[in-house]
C-alpha cells in the first residue's frame, strides 16, 4: 500500500515522498488519538512532535512545505508525519468542515 511520508532532508526543509508499506505486517505502536481540526484551523511552523502515521476520516487538510508545495489530504488517506527536526510544515484544515482524523505514534 502506498502512502506519503513527510521527512526532514538534509536541507533542514520538510519533503514529501510516496512509500510502499507492507500489508498486514503488524507495527508497534504506542496508542491511537482521535482528533477534531475545526474548519480554518492552522498550525503555522512545526516539525512533527513523533513518529506517526495520521489518518483522515471526513474533511480536508492541506500540508505546506518549506518550498511552497501544497500537498491535500482527504478521507482514506494516510500519512506518516517523519519530519522530527528542522523548519517542519505548515497545517491547514481546508474547506468548511471539520477534519476527523487518527493519530498513530509509532514505537
Known amino acids: 500500500m502506498k502512502i506519503t ?11 514529501f515522498e510516496e ?3 507492507p500489508d498486514e505486517k503488524l507495527q508497534a505502536a504506542e496508542g491511537i488519538m482521535f482528533r477534531v481540526g475545526p474548519p480554518g484551523q492552522v498550525l503555522d511552523w512545526h516539525p512533527a512532535p513523533r513518529r506517526q502515521y495520521l489518518i483522515t476520516f471526513s474533511g480536508q487538510v492541506e500540508v505546506e512545505i518549506g518550498d511552497g ?11 506518516l508525519a517523519d519530519d522530527l527536526t528542522g523548519r517542519g510544515h505548515i497545517t491547514r484544515v481546508a474547506g468548511n468542515q471539520p477534519r476527523l482524523f487518527a493519530q498513530i505514534p509509532l514505537k
Open 5 to 15: 511520508r513527510l521527512y526532514t532532508g538534509k536541507d533542514g526543509e520538510s519533503h
Open 19 to 21: 512509500i510502499e508499506v
Open 69 to 79: 508545495t501544497v500537498r491535500r489530504f482527504g478521507p482514506g488517506d494516510i500519512m
